[in-house]
């Protein structure tokens, strides 16, 4: 007759109740949001500063624990990801961008981000046009890409080993966190709300100043308008972690950086706006137009104390004045043309930021040719009687690149 073995059921009872470490619940909450801040980690250094944008280099050894992980925690495809993210950019809030709230409303990108990245991901065309310069050694054909499943199971038998029965639920955390928080949280509200430093040809907003739960992708309007740089915050109160973790790596040699948001700088005031003032114009024209929007507000803030408009008509100037022709939507161009009949110089101001923005959009015109519109824009500017437009005129002259 055969006997259990009680003493080796009670440890296997005692084993999946607790794991091989018997961890406090709150122990394994803890190490459970740092498997998967490493995986937010790996996801905005790896695939997308360093694989879909090349802003900097990776060391191999970095690079690979990254694809590891990612394999284990995600099942991600190297070249399926950064395919679909460039096409993104390449496509943004167009017909063809893969996950845009624009095309496909917010609803269905915040719920179901994760299955349009899925479909994407069984386009070949995508693949083959935007998934270049990705790994393609053995290990990725012969393991990772295409046994996706393999990776996403060993992770759900080391959770099981590590927790026990809750391992479970640290693995369901585990597989739900890019989901919820890429697919659904930064390509859906990224695109919908939250507030721009600047005017990108998108609808890219940054959700909170403070890149640390999704590593420093919450700053996704300064992504969007500096797509190649490797630093994520532009502004003194904005803070990306992923940055920090990069400039770690790069002081002990295993990553290089190739790219970072260009620093607006300025010289003395010149007598004309010359070929140099136009160079770096150029370079800084985001940063140059998010100062004009903020000349812009303080002259609305004074006109708007001194006439009569309805409340809404006062709200969606406060929104949209500054914003591109095109961004605004057809329901408040009314709205923006009552604001602008009561104030001829808040009309002006409107009229030059768009003269201003033609300057660097009109590319048939030679480099010599452009910087004599500059000059012209800056004369009218300094006529205008305007205070704020004369202001900002005078310190565009003193706009020089910054120093390498």
Known sequence: MFLPDWAFLDALIDWMGHG???LAWWQVLLITLGMTHITIASVTIYLHRHSAHRALDLHPIPAHFFRFWLWLTTGQVTKEWTAIHRKHHA????EGDPHSPVVFGIKKVFWQGAELYRAEAKNQETLDRYGHNTPNDWIERHVYTGRSAWGVALMLVIDVALFGFLGLTVWAVQMAWIPITAAGIINGIGHWWGYRNFEAQDASTNISPWGIIIGGEELHNNHHTYPTSAK????????D?????????????????????????YGDIQPVADEKTLEALIANRY????????????????EAAKVKLDSNVIKAANRWLHRDAEKVPSDVVAKLERALAASPALDKMVQMREELRQIWLNTSH????LAM???????????????????????????RMQAA
């Open 20 to 22: 091989l470490f018997n």
């Open 91 to 94: 496509k943004c809030e167009r």
């Open 373 to 399: 519109d500059l000059q012209a824009w800056c004369r009218r500017a300094e006529e205008s009687g305007i205070a704020a437009l004369r202001d900002f005129s005078m310190k565009l002259r003193a706009v």
């Open 366 to 369: 030679s480099r010599e040719q």
């Open 232 to 239: 994520l915050s532009v502004k003194p109160y904005e803070f």
């Open 241 to 265: 972690i992923g940055w920090m973790y990069i400039t770690i790596l790069q002081s002990i040699g295993l990553a290089h950086v190739k790219k970072t948001p260009p620093r607006l700088a």
């Open 287 to 302: 940063e140059v137009m998010a100062n004009y929007a903020r000349n812009l507000r303080v002259v609305w803030a004074q």
